[in-house]
Each structure stands twice: as C-alpha cells, then as structure tokens.
C-alpha cells in the first residue's frame, strides 16, 4: 500500500502564500496519477488541482491564476505552490495518489491513497 504524508501547512493573512508538500512515506508515487483534495468543515471535499501523464495539470477554476501543482521527478515529492491566499482557502489539505497514469483529472473518486492531510488556515 501506498502511503502518503503531506507538510507545509500553516496559517498566514489573506494575500501571503504556502507550499505544501507531499511524498511517499511508504512505496512509490512515480508515475501515478495525484492530486490535492481540501474539506472545510461541514463542507463537501472538493479538488484543487491535480497532475498526470506528460505532466499534464488541471486546476479548479477557484484557484486557478494562484495556485501550482507540480511534481518534483527527482525526489518523487508533489507540490501545491499556494499564492494569493484567500480566507476561503481555509480547508485540510489532502494529497491523493492513484494507481493509474493518465491525464490529470480532480475526481476525488479515482484516487485510492490518500494522506492524512494538512491543515492551512487563511485570515482576513
């Protein structure tokens, strides 16, 4: 089984800007389909971008413009480059692996490992 650990959270004023990080405490994520995922409370899980085959990336059009996901090939570490913090971003923050490669997709449903996650938390 995959295993995954997200780092990076925190809190910061509406503007300022996070890098979440998450890697594989346990297997591989080379080649694997992954996304980052965030719940509020009381709210639904919802996606925020994800990456695939070729690199290919998808953002929610709620972040896009503010924030990146990339993959570091090298260390086999995902990236969620966080820019322009709005309060609305407050959320935990899950990364998800899936056991397929194929262009980016932010169905939370087509990822089967899943980190504990993160907390970030915006203030206004």
């Known amino acids: 089984q995959v295993q995954l650990v997200e780092s990076g959270g925190g809190s910061v004023q509406a503007g300022g800007s996070l890098r979440l990080s998450c890697a594989a405490s346990?297997?591989?994520?080379?080649?694997?389909?992954m996304g980052w995922f965030r719940q509020a409370p009381g709210k639904e899980r919802e996606g925020v971008a994800a990456?695939?085959?070729?690199?290919?990336?998808v953002h929610a059009d709620s972040v896009k413009g503010r924030f990146t996901i990339s993959f570091d090939n090298a260390e086999n570490i995902l990236y969620l480059q966080m820019n322009s913090l709005e309060p609305e971003d407050t959320a935990t923050y899950s990364c998800?692996?899936?056991?397929?490669?194929?262009?980016?997709?932010?169905?939370?449903?087509?990822?089967?490992?899943w980190g504990q996650g993160t907390q970030v938390t915006v203030s206004s």
């Open positions: 998800a692996a899936a056991d397929r490669w194929v262009g980016a997709y932010l169905n939370q449903y087509g990822y089967s490992f």
């Open positions: 346990r297997g591989t994520i080379n080649r694997k389909n």
């Open positions: 990456i695939g085959k070729y690199g290919t990336t």
